[in-house]
């Protein structure tokens, strides 16, 4: 019998961000279990995974927040807002700054 319950729809982001969390947690136990095999001591492979450990960690959260924060952008440019203009779209006296000009005090030769 089908679940009454609908799931969303994945976003492309999230396969790709779960295969790299993956990644990370798989390497975290491989490294520290060649480390072993190849003569480390075990208390440098157990620095190793906890190094490894908190890479991933915060990788994941990195990763996550960014997805966020695409989330976000996107949904502002599909809802309908009033036109504004943002900082960079400034019409006031300066707004030129920062570019080549010509003329001025540049030497000549």
Do not use: K, Y
């Amino acid at each position: 019998m089908p679940s009454s319950r609908t799931t969303p729809d994945p976003r492309p982001g999230d396969e790709r961000t779960t295969d790299l969390i993956r990644w990370g947690a798989f390497s975290c136990v491989l490294v520290p279990v060649v480390l072993l095999w190849c003569g480390a001591s075990l208390a440098g492979a157990a620095g190793t995974a906890l190094g490894l450990a908190a890479v991933t960690a915060v990788c994941r959260l990195l990763l996550r927040q960014s997805e966020r924060g695409a989330a976000r952008l996107l949904e502002e440019e599909h809802a309908p807002q009033a036109h504004h203009r943002g900082r960079h779209q400034r019409t006031a006296t300066g707004s030129h700054r920062g570019g080549r000009h010509s003329g001025g005090n540049s030497p000549v030769g």
